[in-house]
């Protein structure tokens, strides 16, 4: 998502990097580049004559900072109307006073409603709340179903009618779903409703019936990031019809140009809070403005990233492991194998990847390992003994050919082991000392 606008952007930047001072004149060819890299990724005209307008406004404007060089202002000044167009302020959940609080999920069928309840409640629970997910979508055959899978992947109650029962009142369900979540101590209730392919009349009709009964604190507008311009169109039926109270991008791991996700903010009026990357329940974040700024102008994710890995290593591993990673020839298989499987947790690797600065040639060695390798990986670490594993150049010719036998695999994929790891151990030291991660330390050589 967002590379073709975060390479014309960052072709835009390094043209003016070379210059000392910016005329006007620069400023207005500036912005005319802006304009058609925002047009090409599908952003929304009025989004885009709002931000160019802006950012010529400003750029002309600017105070001359002594710290920063023309570019340098340039891209901090595009970097904050990005934010402003994203919403600003990172928007959370508003809870009611006295629980359940109520989310209704609404959005076209396909656009990942279903899967979002089962995120949602994942998400919700490791909060600490008591979430329960109930399914309105009485109309799509399976949609009962497909709740009742991701409620078990996540751990969370899904109430839905009875099998059997004819098609049923979505209106009366999510009625009693409420009465049930008081019973049962659920202090939220999370109601994914029905979709359509196209935006109809009846379908907004039965999520206003729903939305009048249940009085949501929350409706969240769920919108898949893949569709294009059409997304506005759409959005703009949804704050009409049923309204929201914020908006969810889905798919945003697709490769599209990401046009609805920049344009839906200033559109509908309504903040984007939270965003669905991938079909894994764990494939999804809290929407941060700030960082999706900077992650399309390709400075990375660095603060999600670290969240992340926060989450997954406790702070002393992280620290022994920065230290290992610092240090060199101190980092082993041993630890190359407990990595890889912390990253493992952390979620796919091509969501990693993605939020990682530009970085080309890096990531593109990180993009080559396929993650189905890392079990085979395992095993072939596991075939090794302890000493091998603390000190891999003594893996001569004979002890590759036992540990392949020992793992099942052939003696080159044994080589081409030992060698990425020698690779990955270069790797993460120009990482540590290029980027200096806090918590990293950099050491001079
Ligand atoms: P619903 O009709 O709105 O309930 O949509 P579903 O939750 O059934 O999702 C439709 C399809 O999109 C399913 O195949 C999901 O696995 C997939 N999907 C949902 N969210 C994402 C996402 O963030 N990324 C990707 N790649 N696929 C997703």
Redesign the pocket.
């Known amino acids: 998502m967002f590379d073709t606008l975060s390479d014309r952007l960052e072709n835009v930047f390094s043209g003016l990097r070379s210059k000392g001072r910016l005329t006007d004149a620069d400023i207005d060819a500036t912005a005319r580049e802006i304009r058609i890299a925002l047009l090409e990724a599908d952003v929304a005209l009025p989004v885009v004559k709002a931000f160019i307008a802006s950012v010529k406004e400003r750029s002309k404007g600017a105070e001359v900072s002594k710290a920063l060089n023309p570019a340098q202002q340039v891209i901090k000044i595009v970097n904050e109307e990005l934010v402003n167009i994203l919403g600003g302020e990172t928007r959370r959940l508003q809870f009611a006073k006295t629980p359940p609080t109520v989310i209704l999920l609404a959005?076209?069928?396909?656009?990942?409603?279903?899967?979002?309840?089962g995120k949602l409640g994942k998400w919700l629970k490791a909060q600490g709340h008591s979430p329960m997910l109930v399914a309105c979508?009485l109309q799509?055959p399976n949609?009962v179903t497909?709740l009742q899978v991701v409620g078990e992947q996540a751990g969370v109650e899904v109430y839905a009618p009875e099998p059997g029962n004819g098609v049923g009142d979505p209106v009366s369900v999510a009625l009693n779903s409420i009465e049930n979540a008081k019973h049962a101590m659920h202090d939220v209730v999370v109601v994914?409703t029905a979709?359509r392919t196209g935006i109809d009349q009846e379908m907004m009709q039965q999520a206003i019936g729903i939305r009048d009964a249940v009085q949501p604190n929350e409706i969240l507008f769920?919108i898949?990031a893949m569709i294009g311009q059409d997304a506005i169109n759409t959005a703009q039926a949804f704050r009409d019809g049923v309204g929201f109270t914020g908006v969810v991008l889905?798919?945003?791991?697709?490769d599209a140009r990401g046009g609805a996700a920049l344009s839906v903010r200033h559109v509908t009026g309504q903040p984007i809070m939270f965003a669905?990357?991938?079909?894994k329940l764990d494939?999804?974040d809290v929407f941060h403005p700030e960082r999706m700024a900077s992650r399309i102008l390709g400075m990375g994710d660095m603060l999600t990233l670290i969240e992340q890995a926060q989450q997954t290593f406790d702070e002393d591993e992280a620290q022994q492991l920065a230290d290992k990673v610092a240090s060199g020839n101190k980092f082993t298989l041993e630890d190359f194998l407990e990595q890889m499987l912390a990253i493992r947790r952390m979620g796919s690797l091509s969501s990693i990847l993605g939020m990682m600065p530009g970085g080309g040639q890096m990531k593109e060695q990180l993009a080559s390992v396929d993650e189905r390798d890392i079990d085979r990986t395992a095993a072939i670490i596991r075939s090794m003994t302890a000493e091998e594993r603390a000190n891999p150049k003594m893996i001569n010719g004979s002890r590759r050919l036992r540990i392949s036998k020992g793992s099942g695999v052939t003696v080159a994929e044994v080589n081409n082991l030992v060698n990425r790891f020698f690779e990955a151990r270069k790797m993460m030291q120009q990482m540590t000392g290029g980027l200096g991660l806090p918590g990293m330390k950099r050491r001079s050589k």
């Open positions: 959005g076209l069928q396909g656009a990942g409603k279903t899967t979002l309840a979508d799509r949609a497909q994914d979709g769920v898949d889905s798919k945003l791991d697709g669905s990357t991938g079909e494939d999804f």
